[in-house]
């Protein structure tokens, strides 16, 4: 049985992990970036901090991710285009969405051109992060899992997104 102290230090551990992996830099720069890589929308911290929300601040430019099944875009079954909440670049359609069950939006595949990919080994995992080609903002990850033709589950954080009805 845990004693309330080792309790109370195990809390206060993952709090710091989680503030740690939400709150990393404030450059401006997601913070996964590599500080040779370049991107054609660029904005000061204050400034993003300025344009999007708390939520999108920690997702997009910490690589910070959302609570699953909290997103309305999980549920969003229109036609339409998924776009970067950062820049309105569009990187997904919905064409391309599926259920993953995994409680964050989910795609077999991005628009051409629309994302960039870099491996990412936090938490002692190897995985590959997805980022919006234009301004670099952290969308997910994409997995091998998913369902044909591509067999890739792109799953992306809803606030990283926008949406537009076609």
Request: aromatic letters at 10%; glycine letters at 10%.
């Amino acid at each position: 049985m845990l004693s309330r102290r080792t309790a109370l230090t195990m809390g206060i551990a993952a709090a710091g992990v989680w503030a740690a992996s939400r709150f990393s830099r404030g450059n401006g720069i997601a913070s996964g970036a590599s500080p040779t890589e370049t991107f054609e929308v660029t904005r000061t911290d204050a400034e993003w901090r300025a344009k999007l929300t708390p939520e999108q601040y920690g997702v997009l430019r910490h690589e910070g991710t959302e609570r699953p099944f909290t997103s309305p875009l999980n549920n969003e079954h229109r036609n339409g285009i998924f776009s970067c909440a950062g820049c309105e670049l569009p990187v997904f359609s919905s064409a391309t969405k599926f259920d993953s069950h995994t409680g964050w939006p989910s795609f077999w595949t991005p628009i051409e051109n629309a994302v960039g990919k870099r491996t990412d080994t936090t938490f002692g995992m190897v995985r590959t992060e997805v980022h919006c080609r234009r301004c670099g903002g952290h969308l997910g990850h994409v997995f091998d899992d998913g369902p044909p033709p591509t067999g890739l589950r792109y799953c992306i954080n809803g606030v990283a997104l926008s949406f537009q009805p076609a």
